[in-house]
C-alpha cells in the first residue's frame, strides 16, 4: 500500500523561498518515475505543478511555476522535495504530492489524475503574503 505524507507548509513572505516534501513508503516505490507534485487553490481546479515522468525531457513544470520551483528525490530521506522561490500571493494553495498507478506512468499522467484516481498525500498549506 502506497502512502504519500507531505510536510513543509507554512506562510512565506512574498518573493522569499521555501522547500516541501513527500514522504514516500514503502521506501522501494520512491524508485518509481511518475510521481510529483499538485496544488489547489480555493475556487480553483486542482493543477500539476512539477512532475516526474519516465524517458527524456522531464520534469515537467507548469507555466506559473516554471524556472522558480525545482523537484527533486532524495533517497537517503525517502522523499520528494520541491523547492520554491520568488514565491508570490499567487501560489497560496494547498500542495499534493500525488503518484499514478504503474499502469498510468507515461509522459502526460498528471492530466488524467483525479483525487480518486491513483494515490495522493492529505496535502500541506501553503500560504504566501
Known amino acids: 500500500h502506497v502512502q504519500l505524507v507531505e510536510s513543509g507548509g507554512g506562510s512565506v513572505q512574498a518573493g522569499g523561498s521555501h522547500r516541501l516534501s513527500c514522504k514516500i513508503s514503502?521506501?522501494?516505490?520512491?524508485?518509481?518515475?511518475?510521481v510529483g507534485w499538485f496544488r489547489q487553490a480555493p475556487g480553483k481546479e486542482r493543477e500539476g505543478v512539477a512532475l516526474m515522468y519516465p524517458g527524456d525531457g522531464g520534469p515537467y513544470y507548469a507555466d506559473s511555476v516554471k524556472e522558480r520551483f525545482t523537484i527533486s528525490k532524495d533517497y537517503s530521506k525517502h522523499t520528494v522535495d520541491l523547492e520554491m522561490n520568488n514565491l508570490g500571493p499567487e501560489d497560496t494553495a494547498l500542495y499534493y504530492c500525488?503518484?499514478?498507478?504503474?499502469?498510468?506512468?507515461?509522459?502526460?499522467?498528471?492530466?488524467?489524475?483525479?483525487?480518486?484516481?491513483?494515490?495522493w498525500g492529505q496535502g500541506t498549506q501553503v500560504t504566501v503574503s
Open positions: 514503502p521506501h522501494g516505490y520512491l524508485k518509481f518515475e511518475c
Open positions: 500525488a503518484s499514478p498507478e504503474d499502469r498510468m506512468c507515461t509522459r502526460g499522467w498528471w492530466w488524467l489524475m483525479t483525487p480518486q484516481i491513483g494515490f
